[in-house]
């Protein structure tokens, strides 16, 4: 409730504003937050340079600067020997790998992996375990915390951070708003998922959501003391191979993931492509038989039905061959087992196809291809290159270069601390991150 004072003459003042200091802090916290997306975008710069750069007065900027050096986020740095000019050394300005960490997870369908890295994008360390795809999300979040612990000697240092990036199967709506509604989120594999609006519900009479929106934000701040930025794991290992990984910098690039489901990335004009529901990139449910199974989306014969894991182990076993896992499979592959390379052919020659239609209508340069299903090597990717080469056209068949992902599982996690520190020009297109202020 406002209180109200009056003046010596009795008069009523004007009624206080506390909303102002509110805004003078959310304008000083933006003041700082760009100056350390500067530093992490270009590296060590000058005063001179950060003023160029940010387009603060010279006054503003000094004192963010002064306040970022007392906090410790930032360091001066000793200026390049090689830039040295006569006179007063230049102070250069970096930031400093020791003011804290920046964490990703990723909550695949049957693993949890997490990375970590300095804000100086320096990458600390990674680890996953493997689970049951049935899991709670509460024991999810244990295995992540779990892993945590293992990185950085048990020292790791969230305090200087805003978010944790987080990547979980199926589309996302916006970065921290999960929906695990629409294809690609496989029955199951977020415990207690809704399904979305079944035929003839009415609104308001909807059940409760349990999908990994409703859940996540609450028991990672609860672990970790931070909010939580949610996107597709899928997308958000696109973002780190083009980052990091198979695809650095590229500028139009399509990423296929090929494990327990199929989903995609898009990297177009050099920025990460997430369209305006979060849908882009997938693939995986792309019809490629007609008459095939049936897919947990409600489609029929998607991709997803065919080159996931599960669908190429259950295809090679109904065929007569015996493999409980990829490893097996792919033993089986390097016997010459004809069963497992027939079978080999016809999944490349559908991803093949896939890719290719992609293709047509982006104009890639580099397709990064990832997954467990990988492993499988050239008995995968001789046929995917054979598809291309029959379906892409002829202008643009030789210009494509087929590359197998680099970042193994780690890759989401990766993907995940990039989103949370929001450095690469290829997020020039994705929504601004929430307020400071706001909470999960």
């Known amino acids: 409730m406002l209180s109200v004072m009056q003046h010596h003459d009795g008069s009523p003042a004007q009624p206080s504003r506390p909303s102002q200091p509110s805004r003078l802090s959310r304008l000083r916290r933006g ?18 340079a950060l003023g160029t750069y940010s387009g603060l007065s010279r006054t503003t900027l000094y004192d963010i600067i002064a306040a970022l050096l007392s906090g410790g986020a930032v360091v001066s740095v000793a200026p390049d020997p090689a830039l040295r000019k006569r006179g007063r050394p230049v102070e250069t300005l970096a930031l400093n790998p020791e003011a804290g960490q920046a964490l990703g997870i990723d909550f695949a369908r049957r693993a949890v992996h997490v990375a970590a890295a300095n804000v100086a994008h320096e990458i600390i360390g990674s680890a996953s375990e493997p689970h ?12 992540a915390e779990r892993l945590v612990s293992t990185l950085a000697g048990g020292t790791l240092r969230l305090g200087a951070l805003s978010a944790i990036g987080v990547g979980v199967v199926g589309p996302v709506d916006a970065p921290g708003d999960a929906r695990g509604d629409a294809p690609g989120d ?21 059940p409760p959501r349990t999908g990994p929106a409703d859940v ?12 939580t930025l949610l996107d597709n794991n899928t997308r958000l ?7 990091w990984g198979a695809a650095a910098g590229e500028q139009d690039v399509i990423y296929l993931r090929l494990s327990h489901g199929v989903g995609g990335g898009l990297v177009v004009g050099g920025a990460l492509h997430r369209g305006p529901y979060g849908l882009s990139g ?24 065919v080159a996931s894991v599960g669908a190429v182990l259950d295809a090679y076993r109904a065929a007569g061959g015996e493999a409980r896992d990829t490893t097996a499979l792919v033993a089986a592959l390097e016997s010459g087992d004809t069963v497992a390379r027939r079978l080999m052919d016809r999944v490349g020659t559908h991803v093949g196809t896939v890719v290719a239609a992609a293709c047509n209508v982006i104009g890639p340069g ?10 499988a090597g050239p008995a995968l990717t001789t046929p995917v290159e054979q598809a291309l080469g029959s379906h892409i056209m002829a202008g643009a068949r030789h210009r494509v270069d087929l590359r197998r992902a680099a970042l193994g599982e780690a890759g989401a996690a990766l993907g995940g601390i990039a989103l949370v520190l929001h450095e690469s020009p290829l997020l020039s297109r994705y929504p601004a991150r929430p307020d400071p202020e706001e909470t999960p």
């Open 186 to 206: 496989a029955r199951g594999d977020a415990p207690g998922d809704a399904r979305g609006d079944a035929p003839g519900d009415a609104p308001g009479d909807e």
């Open 366 to 375: 580099v397709i990064v291809i990832g997954g467990e299903l990988t492993a």
């Open 132 to 143: 049951a795809a049935d899991l709670s999300w509460e024991d999810r979040v244990g295995i």
């Open 31 to 48: 003041h700082e937050e760009l100056v350390l997306d500067l530093l992490r975008k270009h590296g060590p710069l000058t005063r001179s």
């Open 237 to 243: 290992a696109a973002l780190a191979e083009t980052v």
């Open 282 to 305: 997938e693939l995986g449910h792309i019809t490629v038989e007609a008459d095939g199974a049936r897919c947990q989306c409600g489609g029929t014969g998607c991709l997803e039905t």
């Open 216 to 227: 996540l934000p609450a028991l990672l701040g609860k672990r970790f003391g931070v909010r």
